[in-house]
Structures are given as structure tokens and as C-alpha cells.
């Protein structure tokens, strides 16, 4: 029993017409024909009971359509697998990142890949930006994407800058800040709340603020959620502000350093192997940054 007679007897039953069968797979019908019934004197069993050129299912056909098909959707399965590897697309890949590209980018990437590489299993995680580099560390994931700054040490996992980011400080359109002469100091936002991202280091831990007071919060989607309730002023990403900037429910700082670029990009361990679907998302991530940043 081969598999292309196993094709040849799901496509004729089907159609319903060995032509017709013959005609889709290119064949002539007597090669089809002959095929079926040397299948059939394998089996020891008619599949097909034969009336001119239409053809019905026998009781043991009807029986061993169902095996039929599995077995010719797992050779499908067999040879996408191994096309998929001589491509050099990853079978599986663990992703963490961070929040500061949009959730909608990340939904259509999810979406693009499942349809590019459907071989590959893909599990992703998202978590606060300072975390990302102890899951890569320790294994946990193969690659990380999110901010990166200098303040981390290297040496035991390699960084890759796909972009650049803008971050912005921002608050409420009615902030108290906004009323505050024409050029804000650092002795200005020190007597407001701040909102920073708070994330865990073996204990709960906030990020660096300027403010005497501030509010950690774990995702940067939850600190623009909290200045724009008034909360207090943050640094967020400004992909993440583009709708609340046009509408005026937030509005930037008049500070010297109200904007800043910082460099976005991927993690992984030393020995990690690049694959085909690691190429195709870096290069996805660098073909967004470069169209926010204009």
C-alpha cells in the first residue's frame, strides 16, 4: 500500500469519479484505475463499487476512510516537518518580552507566524522590562525582546539592537505640572508622584525614580493607564501614547529630558542558535521601529 494510492482513493471518492480524480492529480484514468485496483487486490477487499464512470464506497470503503485519511494527513504532517527544518525554521521557541511595543503588534506578529511557519510551536511571555535577562539566563526562555539598557552586565548572555525607542514623560492633561513656569527641573517632578515599573529581583523592587514619592507598577500599559487617571507622571514608551497624545488626555513634560531615545532589542544566551523564525521576528521588530520613528 503506497501513499499515493491512498490519495488516489480519497480524491476518487470525493469526487466521485475516477476521471474526475485523475484529471486533479494530473494522471491519466487508467493509470488511476489500475492503481486502485491493485490497492484493492492488496487488501483482499472491493473499497469501490463500480457503476460506469461513478463509483460508490463499499461497506469495508466506507469502514477505512476515516484511517485513510489520518494516515495521509500525517505523511502531509511528515514532509511539512522536514521542510520546515531543511528551511531552518526552529520547531519550537520560547519568547519572553516586555510591553513596550504595543499589544496589536505583538497579536499580528503571533498571527503572521502561525501562517509562515506553521511547524514551529511558539510559547511567549510577557514581563516587566528588568526581568527579561534573568530568564534568558537561567533558561527559562531562548530568546527575550524589550528595552535595554547599559546598566546590566553581559557576560553571560548576548544583546542585539533591532531599533530604537522613544520614551516619553508625560502626565494628565490637567497635572498640576503642566501650570508649572515654561521649563520644568528635576526639583519640579521630585515634588510629584512618579509611576516606574516595579518588577522582582528576589524581593519586589521598583526601578530608579526621580520623584520622593512613586508607584511601581509591573508593565508600562499599566503605567500609562495610571497617569492617565491622574495618578502622577511617568516615562512610557511612546507607542503606547500615540492615541492619548493626539486626543490631549496626556500631554508631555516641559523638561529638558521630557524625551529620550533607548535602544530596543533582543537577548539570548551565548550559545544559542539562531533559527529562521528568530531572523524573520528581529526583522519585523526593526521594520516597526524604524516606521514610529518617523
Known amino acids: 500500500m503506497r501513499l499515493i494510492q491512498i490519495e488516489m482513493f480519497l480524491l ?18 487508467s493509470t488511476v484505475s489500475a492503481a486502485l485496483l491493485a490497492l484493492e487486490d492488496e487488501l483482499g477487499v472491493n ?10 464506497l463499499s ?8 484511517d485513510c485519511q489520518r494516515i495521509f494527513h500525517l505523511s502531509q504532517g511528515v514532509h511539512a516537518k522536514c521542510a520546515h527544518h531543511l528551511a531552518g525554521a526552529e520547531l519550537a521557541l520560547r519568547i519572553a518580552r516586555d510591553d ?17 511557519f506553521p511547524q514551529t ?21 531562548d530568546i527575550a525582546y524589550g528595552m535595554i539598557t547599559d546598566t546590566h552586565d553581559y557576560q553571560r548572555h548576548v544583546r542585539s539592537e533591532l531599533g530604537q525607542l522613544r520614551m516619553m514623560a508625560v502626565a494628565a492633561a490637567d497635572h498640576p505640572l503642566h501650570t508649572i513656569g515654561n521649563r520644568l527641573t528635576s526639583n519640579d517632578l521630585a515634588l510629584y508622584t512618579e509611576v516606574v515599573l516595579a518588577y522582582m529581583d528576589g524581593l519586589l523592587t521598583v526601578e530608579a525614580s526621580i520623584s520622593h514619592r512613586y ?27 500615540t492615541e492619548q497624545l493626539r486626543n490631549e488626555t496626556l500631554k508631555v513634560l516641559r523638561y529638558k529630558k521630557s524625551m529620550s531615545w533607548e535602544i530596543y532589542g533582543e537577548i539570548t544566551g551565548v550559545d544559542f542558535c539562531r533559527g529562521a523564525v528568530t ?12 516606521t514610529e520613528s518617523h
Request: net charge neutral.
Open 215 to 241: 508607584i511601581g507598577l509591573t508593565f508600562y500599559e499599566y503605567l500609562r493607564d495610571a497617569v492617565c487617571n491622574g495618578v502622577g507622571w511617568a516615562k512610557v514608551p511612546a507607542p503606547l501614547i
Open 100 to 116: 513596550a511595543l504595543p499589544e496589536k503588534f505583538w497579536n499580528q506578529l503571533i498571527s503572521q507566524i502561525e501562517k509562515k
Open 279 to 290: 531572523d524573520w521576528i528581529a526583522e519585523q521588530i526593526e521594520h516597526y521601529l524604524i
Open 47 to 56: 473499497l469501490l463499487l463500480r457503476s460506469g464512470n461513478k463509483i460508490e
Open 12 to 29: 476518487a471518492v470525493k469526487t466521485g469519479s475516477i476521471s474526475e480524480a485523475a484529471i486533479q492529480l494530473g494522471k491519466s484514468r
Open 59 to 66: 461497506h469495508i470503503g466506507e469502514n477505512i476512510v476515516a
Open 121 to 141: 510551536s511558539l510559547s511567549m511571555y510577557a514581563a516587566p522590562t528588568p526581568e527579561l535577562i534573568a530568564y534568558v539566563e537561567n533558561n527559562k526562555v
